[in-house]
């Protein structure tokens, strides 16, 4: 008999975590949620409405097999450890766990790794606490909240126009691409004009006329400028001021998609997946390790536990000068302090010292992350910035420069900061100074630009949209729903984006639209502080929300089909394009009185002849759209590979070779070789 059990979400973190803690634990991992709603019920939500709301949860598919397992070695066990992520989510896991593997109330603790390392995970065991209801019903809550909407207004949207699917938060987002589009159609630029005179180190632009700001409209207002002005300028005012420039606070999960982004070009998916690999451990030259702290939390909070070595650190290492100190923060809305900033475990981790055991995104990111965290603590870089006003008949022109006296936090963080200097030469109050050139240029006013992914992520954060731990989903989302495209690295709604967003807002402006949807965020966690009743919130929301769902079945006008420009064969009516479960198909207009379905020719992308027959090996999809390689003589034939085969047999074994990752490996056999 095992005497402790710990149940954890990732297999990967699993390892790491029974390496630190011995022989009398057994780590074993749920690998993410075990239930979740079922489709059965009222509408398929899996939800009892008339009767509180009370949820019947399913198995996940696949998953049974993982809940016979851990239901005998809860049996096996004295003690379970219930260790799923230290978030919302993680909290009703653990519940999820504690209820369909029937422990008992006596017979588990609740264990929070808010970083995998020895001493962390050593102390946790020592500190265990109980799953806290409150989050469990927030987050419940909240997912009763996304099924009800998601399938009723997708089920509204797939029959009325098409479109594949809406939601809480995702329709929200989308909203919001749409608007600035629509803020950018209607754009009128306006014209304006800018007067530059050119020195010998130096330009100066006009800014005022007799104190007063100046707007040239047209190029009859620039021409009169120019007959006004001569070719000597008088130093009105030479300004030298000292600045501080401030480190930004270390990373919470919104910021660290945000920076990726811009600094790394990676999308909010990819950062948050290697995150979470920095998190759950990493095999380095001694030890295997978690590198940084949880990557779900909006706190920028740092431990004493971590501050203290890091300032020694930033001493031994930069000198005293370099000290910085700890910034506050002054936003406390939407904030859950649970953990800290996201942040190296250890700061004597340095990037370089890691850099061999990581891939080089990892290498990336973790350095990212490394250098941001040390940036905060660090003291604030100094600028001299220097501005100085030209008098030319009462036309004032301005130029400034700024010189970086101490680098401070920018020592670390040059890489993804710049601040070049600009060197202004030494000139006196009422120095003539004569211009080489005076040029005037017409511009006009821009419309705001397009969301990239970091700015609609920055945006959904501050209008307190949804959680930063969904974004990446949101954005993935509306994506592979072709709601929207990319164009050059920003978001433009396409039509059937646009048509969705217009039908919502048609039947249902007073649900889905910001204020709503951050009220919203704020019961939830009303609910996860004990202050507001689960099922009330439901109740209320229900309340508004399904008389208008019947409503918009009742009146949202259907869109007809597309007409193929083809007539159908064996009823003379117009052939159509409809949408099916498995993409687009042609199909008679006249169904279901003729049930006609034009058999499409699809391409089919050869890629050897089959080892097995006389037929060749093509690109195959599963029902559920994945990828795989099977014979063209199918069924008679069936070879089957997930991996794609190459024209080459195992010089081991003689079957077939397949390309996987980096890596050439035998069908068969163990051989391998790098590609």
């Not at 938060?169 to 630029?189: C, G, H, M, T, Y």
């Not at 996860?528 to 019947?550: Q, S, T």
């Not at 198909?585 to 006389?614: G, H, L, Q, R, W």
Request: proline residues 4%; contains cysteine; aromatic residues 10%.
């Amino acid at each position: 008999m095992s005497k402790h059990l710990v149940i954890v979400e990732s297999p990967s973190k699993s390892k790491t975590i029974e390496k630190y803690l011995g022989s009398d634990y057994k780590v074993v991992s749920s690998k993410g949620h075990i239930r979740d709603l079922a489709t059965s019920g009222k509408y398929g939500l899996g939800v009892d409405i008339e009767n509180g709301f009370k949820p019947n949860y399913i198995p996940i598919s696949g998953k049974k097999k993982v809940i016979t397992e851990l239901k005998k070695d809860v049996k096996d066990s004295d003690i379970v450890y219930l260790a799923s992520d230290p978030d919302r989510e993680g909290e009703a896991i653990a519940w999820h766990l504690k209820d369909a593997l029937g422990i008992s109330d006596n017979n588990y603790k609740r264990v929070l790794f808010n970083e995998i390392t020895h001493d962390k995970v050593i102390a946790a065991i020592n500190n265990p606490t109980v799953i806290d209801d409150n989050l469990v019903r927030s987050q419940e809550t909240r997912r009763i909240l996304d099924r009800i909407i998601g399938f009723r207004l997708s089920k509204l949207l797939q029959n009325k126009i098409g479109a594949k699917s809406a939601g809480r938060v995702q329709s929200v987002a989308l909203k919001l691409i749409v608007d600035r589009e629509r803020e950018i159609e209607a754009f009128n630029p306006e014209e304006y004009w800018t007067i530059t005179s050119k020195f010998d180190e130096f330009d100066a632009s006009l800014f005022k006329y007799k104190n007063k700001d100046i707007e040239l409209t047209c190029e009859e207002d620039a021409n009169k400028v120019l007959d006004n002005i001569e070719k000597d300028y008088t130093i009105e005012s030479i300004e030298q001021k000292a600045k501080n420039k401030k480190s930004k606070f270390p990373f919470i999960t919104s910021t660290l998609q945000q920076e990726a982004s811009t600094k790394l070009g990676f999308p909010a998916r990819k950062t948050m997946s290697i995150a979470q690999k920095l998190y759950e451990g990493i095999d380095l030259a001694n030890e295997t390790v978690g590198l940084i702290t949880y990557m779900r939390t909006d706190s920028v909070r740092l431990s004493d536990d971590f501050t203290k070595p890091a300032y020694k650190y930033i001493l031994d290492n930069y000198g005293k000068e370099y000290v910085g100190y700890i910034k506050k923060s002054k936003k406390t809305e939407n904030v859950q302090d649970a953990h800290e900033a996201i942040r190296p475990t250890s700061i004597m981790r340095e990037p370089i010292k890691v850099k061999e055991y990581l891939s080089n995104d990892e290498f990336k990111l973790y350095s990212l992350i490394y250098k941001r965290t040390l940036a905060s603590l660090m003291a604030d870089a100094k600028v001299n910035q220097t501005t100085i006003v030209l008098n030319n008949n009462n036309y004032k022109f301005k130029t400034t420069g700024q010189v970086l006296i101490f680098d401070g936090y920018l020592k670390v963080y040059k890489d993804y900061e710049s601040s070049e200097d600009k060197i202004l030469p030494e000139l006196k109050d009422g120095e003539i100074l004569t211009t080489n050139d005076v040029i005037k240029e017409q511009h006009f006013t821009k419309p705001p630009a397009r969301y990239t992914e970091a700015k609609l992520i920055k945006e959904l954060e501050e209008l307190g949209i949804g959680r930063p731990s969904t974004y990446a989903t949101i954005i993935d989302t509306i994506k592979q729903r072709n709601y929207v495209e990319l164009v050059e690295k920003k978001f433009k709604p396409t039509e059937i984006g646009i048509e969705t967003t217009d039908k919502l807002q048609e039947f249902f402006a007073d649900l889905i639209n910001v204020e709503y949807t951050r009220d919203m965020e704020e019961e939830l966690d009303d609910i996860a502080d004990g202050k507001l009743i689960w099922n009330n919130v439901l109740e209320e929301f229900y309340k508004l929300f399904e008389p208008r769902v019947k409503n918009a079945f009742d009146s949202m006008e259907k869109k007809a089909p597309v007409e193929t420009g083809e007539i159908c064969p064996e009823c003379g009516n117009p052939l159509v394009i409809r949408k099916g479960r498995y993409g687009e198909f042609t199909a008679c207009s006249n169904y279901p009185e003729c049930k006609y379905i034009k058999k499409e020719v699809k391409a089919v992308k050869e890629i050897m002849d089959c080892p097995n027959c006389d037929g060749k090996i093509i690109e195959r999809k599963t029902r559920k759209g994945k990828l795989f390689y099977g014979c063209s003589n199918y069924p008679k034939c069936k070879f089957a590979s997930w991996d794609m085969p190459i024209n080459e047999k195992c010089p081991q074994c003689g079957k077939i070779l397949v390309e996987k990752k980096d890596k050439i490996k035998c069908s068969e056999c163990s051989y391998e070789r790098e590609k």
